[in-house]
């Protein structure tokens, strides 16, 4: 185990803040960033980052037969709650299944949407997301290094553990994935699951250039701890989180003295510091966290074992297993509104509804054990009527009496969530949308 981190420490982080590859004067290094998971068989989250090629392995495309050929592309919606500009939209393409595999693959990505919303603040907001499948057709079964460095085949998207000589470390060609990604509606995540049973998965933690989706994660389907490995990614892509895991005797590593860090969850001040300044997590100290104990400032993160700290002892950004704490829901939900809206028209908002008419909405609903859901209430010209809170929909009919004048009106229903999970004022801004229809008898 103390190879396989001291070979990834090799190449750690080139964006780590204080550390010399960070220096704007330094040469760029070649390749894509990716985050390499944790050993299986231990506790760690990640094991830092390295660079590899973005076209894989550069192996030539696969061909398929004109039957096979027919099935590839196809895309499927596995989750369907509303439209894709108003839902955040994970798109997932399997690798190593052949035109035979693709009914399991499809059974596979239901089951790792299903071990995602286990986790909140997924669980909760599980509505605010559509789900799409990419048929691949490889015209081999499983992939590349498994189950050994040699073993190579055929696949549609190059997929192959011992990416950069680490054995759990899965990379794949972002070329082709990005081939079968465009087929879909507009991405904001990307999952690869490779067809294997074998422990291991990546985080192409950067936005992408060309369309715009906020990572790929990439994980082993046929292995649970893989998708623990994809849901830390998310961590990084959707909540923008830094990791909360550190190295002990790694010359380089032992203490930070580089500025305050951007990242929302780790910080070089102490909890009182954070409390004096109102900065980071401060709103969180002293509560107790869902990873267990209290928020706080505990020594060790962002890699570094002295210097930087994190907000609670052992959060899914350090762990496997372990749930978010309190400021990584908090930076969870954020990332989720950065890519959804709450209040969608169902009737069209382009023209004036008159009498006959009916004014509805699409609001999701909530669906985490305390039973909260979304405020709704609507308005007329900007006054409240509150009789009709917590509708979706009303019958232009309803407001006769208030339309007497014969003139247009404009009304409205504003959708806003009011979670306790969220104490950050300008996060709360975000979390509520308002759609308009023109109305007249």
Known sequence: MAAAVAVALTTVLAATPGSAAADPTAPPTAGVEVEIPGPEHGTLAGAGH???????????????????????????KL???GPTADRLDIVVVGDGYTAAELPRFRADAQQKWAELTAVEPYTTYRNLFNVWTVDAVSNESGVSGDPAPDTLRDTALGSYFWCDDIERLLCVDQGKVDGYVAKAPEADLVLVLANSTKYGGAGYNEPSKTLGYEGISTASAGNEKSGQVA????????????????????????????PEPADSNITSFTADDLADRGAKWHRWLGEQSPDGGTVGAYEGGGYYVTGLRRPTENSLMRS????????????????????ARIASPVTATDRTLRMGDTAKALVPRL?????????????????EMTSLAGRTDVRVSDLALRLLDLRRHTLSITAEDRTPSVRDRAIARTMKSTVSWTVRL
């Not at 849901?231 to 003295?257: C, M, Q, W």
């Not at 704490?325 to 939900?333: D, K, S, T, W, Y």
């Open 50 to 76: 390295t660079h590899v090629p973005p076209e894989g392995r550069n192996r030539p495309a696969s061909r398929l037969s004109a039957t096979e050929a027919a099935a590839d592309g196809e895309v499927t």
């Open 367 to 383: 669906t985490g054990a305390d039973g909260r859901q979304l405020r709704i209430r609507w308005y007329l010209d900007g006054r």
């Open 231 to 258: 849901i830390h990614e998310t961590g990084h892509s959707l909540g923008k989180l830094a990791d909360e895991y550190f190295y002990p005797n790694y010359p380089g590593y032992e203490r930070y003295v580089g």
């Open 320 to 339: 496997l297993g372990q749930p978010f704490n309190l400021p990584g829901v908090e930076a969870m939900i954020a990332g989720f509104y950065r890519e």
């Open 79 to 81: 989750i369907d709650n």
